[in-house]
Each structure stands twice: as structure tokens, then as C-alpha cells.
């Protein structure tokens, strides 16, 4: 069962149109403009060239229908609106389906620079632009199907390849540095921190040390692992992901790089 959310998703009427409020818009708008004053130098071609694709609307919060006829195009995606949280086999049905799911809220003026659910902000503007981009769009839909037919425990290792990839990826190719991760891309203080900070290691990506890597969702990333290009999501595709699930499982985790999260 999914956990239960703060927030309260609109419902699409009938030909799927949200009825997004003046204050909702306002809060998209804030978000937009400074994610635009964020990405610049940072962010990957490939997140650039998907973002200018979308031609995403500054001063409202897009129809999902205006993306859907970007993707499809672009690579046989669309979006499904979705209450705010859902469970796993429908976030991985969807993702095997070639939809992704969307959160029909977004984050409140408290929450405004971080929330721990996903909302139409993260989703949209992080990750939407990337899954124009064929290497990515496949991996995203393997991952799906993978998931789908996992055992519970094995969704918790294939969960850790989705956050360091999807989520938190980086690039590296000699000194250039780019970030295709939507977890990172639809935050300013992840933006900065991840390309710019001292502190996090970034090490080359490595399938069975990512699955073993244990992360935390509500803290700066204390490490990333690194693609050469984006394009490197279809050579872990062709790997035995299952078979890295194993090996992880029989090696064990690595121990953790930062504190745990202390009970309420």
C-alpha cells in the first residue's frame, strides 16, 4: 500500500484537464523561472534539447495532453495522472506501459524547496525532458518491466538503479561534468550541489556498487555514480540486471555515508 499523502491531487475531468487554481500557477511560475537560472552550464545536451522540445509553459502549470503530444512523438511515451502517492506495481506497470506517472498537485509555498513526494514540478520539469531521449526512454521502460516481475526484496535493489540513474544521475567524461538526473534537475540547491560541491564523491558508474549503495531521499547526496553519456543507459540495459541483483545481495550493502534518520 502506497503511504498515505498531505497533499490531495486534482482529478482530470473527462478529456483529461486539470483545473489548476491562480495560486497554483503562481507557485509553478517560481519554480520555473528559477530552475531556468539553475540549469545553465550544468544540466546535459540531452536534458537541454528535451527541455526546449517540451517548450514548457512559464506562466502556468502545463495540461499533461500538451506534453503527451511531445513524447509520444519523441519517443512513444505519454504521462498517466496519478494521485499524489501510489504503490509500486502501478508505478512499475505504468513505467513498462511506456507511461509515466504524473502527480496531478503540486508543492505547497511552505514546501517550495523541498517535498518528499513527487509532484507535477519534479516530475514534468526533472524528468520529462530526458524521456525524449531514446537511451533513456528504453532504460526507463526495462526498469518497469523489471520491476514488475521482481520478488518485494529484489524492488528495493532495483530501486537503488533507478535513484542513481533517474533520480541522481550525473555524467563525467574527463573534466566535463552534466547532470541528467530529475531529482537533481528540478532542485536548485541539488543543482548546485551536485555539479559544483566538494563534498559528495562521484565515482563511475558501477551496476552491482550502485545496488548496493544504501541512500537516503531527504539529504544532499553524499555520493553520485557517473555515466560517460547518456547513451551508456542502453549498455546497462543489455546487462544481466537480475543476475547484479543477486551478486549485490550475496556481497551485502555497503555501509552507509551518512547518519540515520532518527525516530520521531
Not at 52 to 81: F, S, Y
Given at each position: 500500500?502506497?503511504k ?13 484537464h ?10 509553478w511560475?517560481r ?10 552550464g ?7 534539447d528535451g527541455?526546449d522540445?517540451?517548450?514548457?509553459p512559464e ?9 503527451d503530444?511531445?513524447?509520444?512523438k ?6 498517466a ?6 504503490d ?5 506497470r ?13 508543492r505547497s509555498e511552505q ?29 526507463t521502460q ?8 521482481a520478488?518485494?526484496?529484489?524492488r ?10 533517474v ?5 563525467q567524461?574527463?573534466?566535463?561534468r552534466?547532470?541528467?538526473?530529475g ?14 560541491s ?7 558508474f ?12 531527504d539529504?544532499m547526496?553524499?555520493?553520485?555514480y ?8 542502453y549498455d ?5 540486471i537480475?543476475?547484479?541483483v543477486?551478486?549485490?545481495k ?11 534518520k532518527?525516530?520521531?
Amino acid at each position: 500500500m502506497a503511504k498515505a499523502s498531505r497533499y490531495v491531487a486534482h482529478q482530470p475531468d473527462a478529456q483529461g484537464h486539470v483545473a489548476w487554481q491562480p495560486d497554483e500557477h503562481s507557485i509553478w511560475q517560481r519554480l520555473v523561472r528559477r530552475q531556468h537560472k539553475a540549469i545553465p552550464g550544468k544540466a546535459c545536451q540531452e536534458y537541454l534539447d528535451g527541455l526546449d522540445h517540451l517548450n514548457l509553459p512559464e506562466d502556468r502549470v502545463p495540461q499533461l495532453a500538451e506534453i503527451d503530444a511531445v513524447l509520444t512523438k519523441a519517443t512513444g511515451w505519454k504521462t498517466a495522472p496519478v494521485p499524489a502517492l501510489i504503490d509500486f506495481s502501478e508505478f512499475f506497470r505504468l513505467l513498462a506501459n511506456r507511461l509515466f506517472p504524473v502527480a496531478t498537485f503540486i508543492r505547497s509555498e511552505q514546501e517550495l524547496d523541498y517535498l518528499q513526494e513527487p509532484d507535477i514540478f519534479h516530475e514534468i520539469f526533472g524528468h520529462c525532458p530526458m524521456l525524449t531521449h531514446q537511451a533513456f526512454a528504453d532504460f526507463t521502460q526495462l526498469y518497469g518491466e523489471l520491476g514488475l516481475k521482481a520478488s518485494k526484496e529484489d524492488r528495493v535493489f532495483l530501486a537503488r538503479m533507478y535513484w542513481f540513474t533517474v533520480e541522481f544521475g550525473l555524467l563525467q567524461s574527463g573534466d566535463n561534468r552534466a547532470i541528467y538526473g530529475g531529482g537533481i534537475l528540478s532542485s536548485p540547491g541539488e543543482t548546485d550541489y551536485a555539479f559544483n560541491s566538494e563534498v559528495p564523491e562521484r565515482l563511475p558508474f558501477d551496476l552491482v556498487s550502485v545496488l548496493r549503495t544504501p541512500y537516503r531521499i531527504d539529504i544532499m547526496q553524499p555520493v553520485y555514480y557517473c555515466l560517460e553519456s547518456v547513451d551508456q543507459l542502453y549498455d546497462i540495459a543489455r546487462l544481466d540486471i537480475m543476475g547484479a541483483v543477486r551478486e549485490a545481495k550475496r556481497l551485502g550493502l555497503f555501509a552507509p555515508r551518512f547518519e540515520q534518520k532518527q525516530a520521531v
